[in-house]
């Protein structure tokens, strides 16, 4: 069995196989400031009381501070709703993106069953758990019964090989997506394996899960290990708990039987990846896209915001200072990202070298709030979408890329791996 069917089965307690339909229960469920109030006004069609104020999670990221009426207006809405209901967890203005906050604070775990009002859900996969986003109605009527049906999904196996120092998590997941395409796994599970993904800390295996609704997955996985729990003690997960989830820790055999398509990707002589508009497929190696002027560069948001991110992106940009003619836009992906880049002297970093530096969020990435790009300007972008208009304006271009060659470009003014 893959690790979807595995996951599926150990909470249903009964074997099931993919194309099934069941229904599962919530383990945890979450909407942030641009979903809760569709959620909230969907609910009311069903109950008067959510099933489990202690698990559900509504957090503030995507227009924070608000900068319109409506969006204000909005997160009036879910902060009435947190007050309705009783919500327990709340994380308003200034704590972050809901798919970081969420692992910070503990939240996440292996084995559990994750709904999310927001697509990139699938990000919670890096920790062994069943992580998925659903539409507003579906939210509704999770906060009102903590159930809800999936298809168990076919799973395409993933594994990612080799060595080479130049290649970081986001490089290999540009790979996958350009190997898999934009609707290759469609309504799937990516499961994500190898000595690669071994290697990779809890930040870049987040990195991995995030991007598989890129290619149409509804779950992107990785099982858990050592460096997962290690991980879940540094956020505060009791030492009781930690040896409770070890004891029902679940495996894989890998066996390309089991899966409707087995990948290998060699990392050993690739080059850096670039995702070039508008598609987070359409990938090239670096070489090809070199020299290309770029007129913002945005560091941040739930793919590469993180500290680990945010370090790699201080180191190349140093002593250094942005190119004349290119706008730098550095987001700490939460409150805690941006007070641990305060005491290691990123944020210093960062703004001598000309960077502008914005509240813990989405910023730019979904184009309805910081950053919005101008007719005709192209950014390099660390985020995970590349669409035409994601950004604000769909007469504008984007590229993605790993911090590091992010970084690079914004000092020489072009797309650039040196």
């Known amino acids: 069995m893959t690790l979807a069917e595995k996951i599926l089965s150990k909470k249903l307690g009964r074997e099931v196989c993919e194309g099934e339909t069941i229904e599962v229960g919530i383990d945890l469920a979450m909407t942030h400031d641009g979903t809760t109030p569709l959620t909230a006004k969907a609910f009311r069609e069903m109950a008067d009381r959510v099933w489990d104020p202690e698990k559900i999670v509504i957090i503030f990221d995507h227009n924070v501070p ?35 906050v969420l692992v910070e604070k503990g939240h996440v775990k292996p084995n559990m069953i994750i709904a999310g009002g927001d697509s990139h859900t699938c990000t919670h996969g890096a920790f062994g758990a069943f992580a998925t986003g659903f539409g507003a109605t579906d939210m509704g009527f999770i906060y009102a019964t903590g159930k809800t049906w999936i298809k168990v999904p076919k799973t395409i196996r993933v594994n990612v090989v080799g060595e080479n120092d130049r290649i970081t998590p986001k490089d290999v997941i540009l790979r996958i997506c350009k190997e898999v395409g934009r609707r290759g796994a469609t309504y799937m599970a990516l499961e994500y394996g190898g000595e690669v993904v071994r290697r990779m800390d809890m930040e870049g295996r987040m990195v991995l899960s995030n991007m598989a609704i890129e290619m149409g997955a509804k779950v992107g996985l990785i099982e858990a290990d050592e460096k997962t729990y290690e991980y879940l003690r540094k956020v505060g997960v009791s030492e009781e708990e930690i040896l409770n989830l070890k004891k029902n820790a679940i495996r894989v055999n890998e066996n ?5 398509k087995f990948i ?101 990435c979904l184009g309805a709030h910081q950053g919005v790009l101008a007719d005709g300007e192209v950014c390099l972008s660390t985020t995970n979408r590349n669409f035409k208009g994601r950004m604000g304006n769909k007469n504008a271009e984007i590229y993605l890329s790993s911090p590091v060659i992010a970084a690079k470009s914004a000092v020489k003014g072009y797309i650039t791996n040196e």
Do not use: W
């Open 66 to 100: 608000a900068n319109t009426v409506k969006a204000a207006n909005m997160q009036k809405i879910a902060r009435e709703f947190v007050k309705e209901q009783g919500i327990k967890y709340f994380y308003p203005e200034g704590e972050g993106i809901c798919h970081q």
């Open 256 to 260: 390309e039987e089991d899966y409707y």
């Open 264 to 364: 290998e990707i060699d990392i050993t002589d690739m080059e850096e990846q670039i995702a070039c508009p508008h598609h987070p497929d359409n990938v090239k190696d670096v070489s090809e896209v070199a020299g290309t002027p770029i007129d913002q560069v945005f560091i941040g948001s739930c793919t590469n915001g993180r500290l680990s991110d945010l370090r790699v992106a201080a180191k190349v940009l140093k002593g250094k200072k942005v190119h004349k003619d290119v706008k730098l836009i550095v987001i700490p992906a939460s409150k805690k990202v941006f007070l641990d880049a305060l005491k290691e002297g990123l944020i210093e970093i960062f703004i001598e070298a000309g960077a502008m530096i914005c509240t813990p969020g989405c910023g730019p």
